[in-house]
């Protein structure tokens, strides 16, 4: 499917994009650089203004794991809005959330919701802090957790200074969260071993993506982590914003096999709608229970839209989709087709490329070396990952910068055409 443009809403779309210029800074809501409005979403495709319709694995950035307009999520929606949208008190369909999110995953016995990832983030770590009556909080090299000034120290640093120093990745983030935040290499569990020996007394917490962006976890280094805080009675926080629902039902620490203290929850269990969690142990949760803990370690919570009902029953109805016999077998097929077809595109074009990732969630690296942390990714061809994803788009599908999210909804029909841009995108590299 070559894209086809209609000339006068091409020039609609055009206008769009010039006003979006005069009212939002850089002329966008700030997450991705099109030339092009999405209009609408349907199971695994998104058309924009112009009518060029293109295989969707951008997915909103993870949330539409079981497509766009799903009709269980679309009718359990239209259900609840004429009831009331929001209402700042207890709900039932925020209840039963949280009793399906809390049956899932092994970390949980309790739960708090939020509505972003990087509140989820900042709240784990201020917990594990409030537990540990200490501030230092170790993450990971390019490890991304959102938004906070904490969550954003070496998420791309300017300069690559020795472990465990911290960098900002961000302007009007105050000098001292430097001191705050320890940095470590993924992947590489002697170095985290001795920093958190050494670091042990003034450590509150560690957070990692158990899965870094898209990089597996090396055999044994879950593990190790999980042994090394564990020792140290330090609490691991897994941030499964886009594992959770996605790797399995259980998220990557199902998938895995290590449970941490805490983990954090966003994108799939909103169901397309703004709603994020927090949850773990029920003793660093009772930190959000002014009566289970003394005065001094409790953690005042609220958000004017958490547990919003419309996001809730969202959610539920995508949780009942993926419980489904066969759900994670079918994104897993699709995804793995789409890997081998991307390999062999590679190979058969001669580009010296690496797939990395998982079924559900992968990218081509234009790199010869393993990609096992944050620096080997600085390594790849990032010109050649943007002709690459520039010729996909002109061929009808539409990513991120980096991932390809896959969907239950990817039909035949979609991984043929995909495969299909693949091979031609793979030849643009190789004659760049
Ligand atoms: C691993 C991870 N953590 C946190 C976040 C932040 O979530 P949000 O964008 O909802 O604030 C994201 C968002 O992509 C993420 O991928």
Do not use: W
């Amino acid at each position: 499917m070559a894209p086809t443009v209609d000339a006068k809403a091409r020039e609609t779309e055009i206008d769009l994009l010039e006003r979006a210029r005069e009212v939002l800074p850089a002329g966008s809501f700030g997450n991705i650089a099109l030339d092009l409005i999405i209009k609408e979403g349907h199971a695994g495709r998104v058309r924009d203004m112009s009518g060029n319709e293109y295989v969707d694995f951008l997915l909103g950035s993870g949330p539409m794991f079981i497509g766009h307009a799903h009709p269980d999520v679309t009718a359990a929606v239209q259900a609840q809005i004429p009831l009331g949208t929001t209402f700042f008190a207890s709900n039932e369909a925020g209840i039963a959330l949280a009793e399906d999110i809390c049956a899932a995953m092994a970390c949980a016995d309790k739960l708090r919701y939020v509505s972003t990832g990087s509140e989820a983030t900042l709240y784990a770590m201020r917990i594990a802090r409030a537990h540990r009556k200490r501030d230092k909080i170790l993450k990971f090299e390019g490890g991304y957790h959102g938004m906070s000034d904490y969550s954003l120290m070496s998420l791309a640093p300017k300069t690559l200074a020795n472990y465990p120093q911290s960098d900002p990745s961000s302007a009007g983030i105050p000098a001292r969260v430097r001191d705050e935040m320890l940095i470590a290499p993924f992947n590489d569990l002697d170095t985290v071993r001795s920093l958190i020996s050494e670091y042990a007394e003034d450590l509150a917490g560690v957070i990692a993506e158990p899965f870094q962006r898209l990089i597996p976890p090396k055999p044994g280094f879950l593990e190790g982590l999980r042994e090394i805080t564990a020792e140290h009675g330090i609490p691991l926080i897994f941030d499964e914003i886009v594992t959770g629902f996605r790797f399995s039902y259980g998220g990557a620490q199902e998938f895995y096999g290590v449970t941490p203290d805490m983990c954090t929850l966003g994108k799939i269990i909103g169901g397309g709608f703004p709603l994020a969690a927090v949850v773990g142990s029920e003793e660093l949760m009772s930190h959000f229970d002014a009566a289970a803990v003394d005065p001094d370690g409790f953690l005042p919570q609220i958000g004017t839209l958490s547990g919003n009902p419309v996001a809730a029953v969202a959610g539920r109805a995508t949780l009942e989709v993926l419980r489904r016999p066969g759900a994670y077998e079918r994104v897993n097929e699709t995804g793995q087709r789409l890997m081998d077809g991307l390999a062999k595109a590679l190979g058969d074009a001669g580009v010296a490329g690496q797939v990395v990732g998982v079924p559900p969630l992968f990218d081509v690296f234009f790199s010869d070396e393993p990609i096992v942390d944050y620096r080997a990714t600085l390594r790849a061809d990032t010109a050649k990952a943007k002709i690459f994803n520039d010729a996909l788009r002109a061929n009808g599908v539409l990513k991120g910068d980096s991932k390809f999210y896959v969907s239950l909804a990817h039909t035949d029909d979609d991984i043929a055409l995909t495969l299909n841009a693949f091979s031609i995108a793979a030849k643009a590299v190789a004659n760049a």
